[in-house]
């Protein structure tokens, strides 16, 4: 079966940067976009971009743009999203989320990983 | 960017009793191949979300059909039927064709 897991719990002081990955699993890897989506404590749920694995072609929202890289390891079938210049607000649960479409025009979520915890704070 | 608007904040309802949640789009999201392309998400607490609806009305893998979507251009609709306690968490509809894709701001749905 499909399934996205994410890497654990990251704790991260103003200015640093960091790495959350999302190992795929139970499907082509190379097949699907990845999307990445954040949700901050108590709020609601925020788009942060996408990366085409096989090709490894990126999009990203104009709000994280200069901050946030998408990559991706295709021989482990893992994605992995990157924000530097870490703030207090970015504290929030990430998600990976695979697309179903392939399409590249139109987009939404089938499957989600667990989320990763990122605290940032002095 | 799409502005997508949730109504009502939260919903408290009688198990039995059916739901209805609105989502309202800044921009009609109505493609020229005639589809719509308009999503709804449940967040239960502590979890990932989980997609029921694709396409405005199509229901996902293993969703129940007292689950349903309507809706056209830009005013939409998510309808329990009889809302059960597994129901419960909060509800996000979700642009698919503009980017940046966009959520709503949430409805949340718990048992009176």
């Known amino acids: 079966q499909v399934q996205l897991v994410q890497s654990g719990a990251e704790v991260k002081k103003p200015g640093a940067s960091v790495k959350v990955s999302c190992k795929a699993s139970g499907y082509t890897f190379t097949g699907y976009y990845m999307h990445w989506v954040r949700q901050a404590p108590g709020q609601g749920l925020e788009w942060m971009g996408w990366i085409k694995p096989n090709t490894g072609g990126t999009n990203y929202a104009q709000k994280f743009q200069g901050r946030v890289t998408m990559t991706r390891d295709t021989s482990i079938s893992t994605a992995y999203m990157e924000l530097s210049s870490l703030r207090s607000d970015d504290t929030a649960v990430y998600y990976c989320a695979r697309d179903p479409t392939g399409s590249g025009w139109y987009y939404y979520f089938d499957r989600w990983g667990q989320g990763t915890l990122v605290t940032v704070s002095s | 960017d799409i502005v997508m608007t949730q109504t009502p904040l939260s919903l408290s309802v009688t198990p039995g009793q059916s739901a209805s949640i609105s989502c309202k789009s800044s921009?009609?999201?109505?493609?020229?191949?005639?589809?719509?392309?308009l999503y709804w998400y449940l967040q239960k607490a502590g979890r990932s979300p989980q997609l029921l609806m694709y396409?405005?009305?199509s229901r996902f893998f293993g969703v129940p059909d007292r689950f349903s979507g309507s809706g056209s251009g830009t005013d939409f609709t998510l309808k329990i039927g009889r809302v059960e306690a597994e129901d419960v968490g909060v509800y996000y509809c979700?642009?698919?064709?503009?980017?940046?894709?966009?959520f709503g701001g949430g409805t949340k749905v718990d048992m009176k």
């Open positions: 979700m642009q698919g064709i503009h980017l940046p894709l966009t």
């Open positions: 396409e405005v009305s």
């Open positions: 921009q009609s999201l109505l493609h020229s191949d005639g589809k719509t392309y």
